[in-house]
């Protein structure tokens, strides 16, 4: 049974940093397409970051680029986002995702297509 973990959540101020982490089980990240989504309040959830291929290769919405990094460390089979210079527009909760038939992986492939999801993690940026 596959299941994702999201935790690092919480409030800062403006120009502040959280480190989120998405915990997988059941399931090798490695090599699988992983991306981390948000869902501000009354919006629709968009993707910010997607890493594959071993960390190598990562996608970024243009909001976040230069201020969002997405890595992961398969020894521990958790993905994070190292997020920075956090702005009040970040406010949403944030999500895990991945799907084992996703092969092109990048920020433009739409939240119906990953199949599993974490419970979400709650980022609160105050101006």
């Known amino acids: 049974q596959v299941q994702l973990v999201e935790s690092g959540g919480g409030s800062v101020q403006a120009g502040g940093s959280l480190r989120l982490s998405c915990a997988a089980s059941?399931?090798?990240?490695?090599?699988?397409?992983m991306a981390w989504f948000r869902q501000p309040p009354g919006k629709e959830r968009e993707g910010v970051a997607t890493?594959?291929?071993?960390?190598?290769?990562?996608y970024y919405a243009d909001s976040v680029k230069g201020r969002f990094t997405i890595s992961q460390d398969n020894a521990k089979n958790t993905v994070y986002l190292q997020m920075n210079d956090l702005k009040p527009e970040d406010t949403a909760m944030y999500y895990c995702?991945?799907?084992?038939?996703?092969?092109?992986?990048?920020?433009?492939?739409?939240?119906?297509?990953?199949?599993?999801w974490g419970q979400g993690t709650q980022v609160t940026v105050s101006s």
């Open positions: 059941g399931y090798t990240i490695s090599r699988k397409c």
């Open positions: 995702a991945t799907d084992p038939y996703i092969y092109s992986c990048s920020t433009s492939i739409p939240s119906g297509r990953f199949g599993y």
């Open positions: 890493i594959v291929a071993a960390g190598r290769t990562t």
